[in-house]
């Protein structure tokens, strides 16, 4: 099978969105189909491309088998809405007029959202080559840029992307998500139960694995001996740092106690800001780091932080860097209700609290603290639930065989 997948995001980006495609893509290649991906010169979070791809229009590149379709985008830095919507609708733009004439015809078109305009261009990939339209979901926009109080549900521009999403669901041939809960949101607003599949994220157990926590990151940090909890990922709006920061403050009398920030985004300068004029000297801001740097940042931490604000639509979603953290056997202490947090407690590799709960963050902190035997205990239990649970070869296959149906069918 000839598979075409549109995503924004790829690495030597970090993050999730990349890894998931690039995982995915590789498993497939392995399995003996032709995989296509069609995305943006590399610049997320910072904006900024790398001296290799700067000032070119498309640059094709095969890593592991998987050909690679890179075409022009407005740079832009995960910050500023007006900045970042030009990147978005540039990567749209210039994939459907520009790095569609430089792939090969497809027997099934896939397209990743967020954002949108990457489903836009992947429905137009496919009807310009008469093939099916897969949509997969990760995100549900534009509820998310509600829920976070980016704008309001009557705003004229939320009116839009929820018409354009609608059409983008109808015009799928099948919709895959992340979660149960997005198919059921789904089924909710009238799309039919067959038309959706739930193919969640997982973690490469290979690339992924158990490591002595004395990294050299820790030397660097001149942290040995210290017990380090970590946030790593987006710092956005919707991520509730400033909840940890408050702990952080709560608990600086705590010498045996760090806290390490690894990751960019639209909060992150303010978030720094914050801990310089405040003093809360117990942390530490590192920015953005390279994907292959993750292992080491996971096995230098004691105790991952994984936080999402509190609000309902947030219930329905899963952060998949859950999964890289417990095939680490690392435990987690999870302020994110619903599907998250019950596949963290059915693990038996964390501890939830609810979301900005700063009182019980704090507490259930200081458990982990003062007995680190029984983090330890959690980690390998949460890497033993990955293993036959999350296995993203595994996952990988079930999507296959969802795609495959849908050709068949066609």
């Given at each position: 099978m000839r598979i075409l997948f549109l995503s924004q995001y790829f690495p030597p980006e970090p993050g999730a969105p990349a890894a998931r495609v690039s995982e995915l893509a590789r498993a497939w290649v392995r399995a003996g189909h032709?995989?296509?991906?069609?995305?943006?010169?590399?610049?997320?979070?910072?904006?900024?491309?790398?001296?290799?791809?700067?000032?070119?229009?498309?640059?094709?590149?095969?890593?592991?088998?998987?050909?690679?379709?890179?075409?022009?985008?407005?740079?832009?830095?995960?910050?500023?809405?007006?900045?970042?919507?030009?990147?978005?609708?540039?990567?749209?733009?210039?994939s459907i007029f520009w790095g569609q004439l430089h792939t090969h015809t497809p027997d099934v078109v896939l397209a990743t959202s967020p954002q949108l305009l990457c489903g836009v261009a992947g429905r137009t990939a496919a009807a310009a080559h008469g093939v099916p339209f897969v949509f997969e979901v990760r995100d549900l926009w534009p509820e998310s840029i509600v829920a976070v109080g980016a704008l309001a549900a009557n705003h004229p521009l939320i009116r839009a992307l929820t018409l354009l999403e609608e059409s983008l669901y109808d015009a799928a041939r099948a919709i895959v998500v992340v979660t149960d809960s997005f198919r059921s949101r789904l089924l909710e607003r009238g799309q039919p139960d067959s038309k959706i599949h739930v193919v969640k994220n997982g973690v490469d157990l290979g690339r992924f694995s158990p490591s002595p926590r004395e990294t050299p990151l820790r030397a660097q940090l001149g942290w040995e001996g210290k017990f380090v909890a970590g946030y790593v990922g987006t710092h956005g709006m919707a991520h509730a740092l400033d909840a940890?920061?408050?702990?952080?403050?709560?608990?600086?009398?705590?010498?045996?106690?760090?806290?390490?920030?690894?990751?960019?985004?639209?909060?992150?300068?303010?978030?720094?800001?914050?801990?310089?004029?405040?003093?809360?000297?117990?942390?530490?801001?590192?920015?953005?780091?390279?994907r292959e740097r993750m292992n080491e940042v996971y096995a230098t931490l004691d105790l991952a932080l994984v936080t999402l604000r509190k609000t309902e639509l947030f219930t329905t979603v899963i952060p998949s860097k859950i999964f890289e953290i417990a095939a680490m056997a690392r435990p987690i202490l999870i302020s994110v209700d619903g599907e998250a947090r019950k596949i963290v407690e059915a693990s038996g590799g964390g501890?939830?609290?609810?979301?900005?709960?700063?009182?019980?963050?704090?507490?259930?902190?200081?458990?982990?603290?003062?007995?680190?035997?029984?983090?330890?205990?959690?980690?390998?239990?949460?890497?033993?639930?990955?293993?036959?649970?999350?296995?993203?070869?595994?996952?990988?296959?079930?999507?296959?065989?969802v795609l495959s149906r849908i050709v068949a069918s066609s």
């Open positions: 032709e995989v296509t991906v069609l995305t943006a010169m590399p610049n997320h979070p910072t904006g900024v491309i790398p001296p290799e791809y700067r000032g070119r229009a498309l640059v094709r590149e095969r890593v592991d088998g998987v050909d690679i379709v890179r075409t022009w985008i407005y740079a832009a830095a995960n910050r500023g809405r007006v900045r970042r919507s030009l990147g978005y609708a540039s990567y749209a733009l210039s940890v920061l408050d702990m952080a403050k709560r608990l600086a009398n705590r010498d045996d106690l760090r806290f390490l920030f690894v990751g960019e985004g639209a909060e992150r300068a303010r978030l720094e800001r914050r801990a310089h004029e405040e003093g809360i000297h117990n942390t530490r801001f590192l920015g953005s780091l390279p501890e939830f609290v609810a979301p900005e709960d700063v009182d019980a963050m704090s507490a259930a902190l200081l458990h982990f603290v003062n007995d680190p035997k029984r983090g330890q205990r959690m980690g390998h239990a949460s890497r033993a639930f990955v293993t036959r649970e999350f296995d993203r070869e595994a996952l990988a296959r079930r999507y296959i065989d």
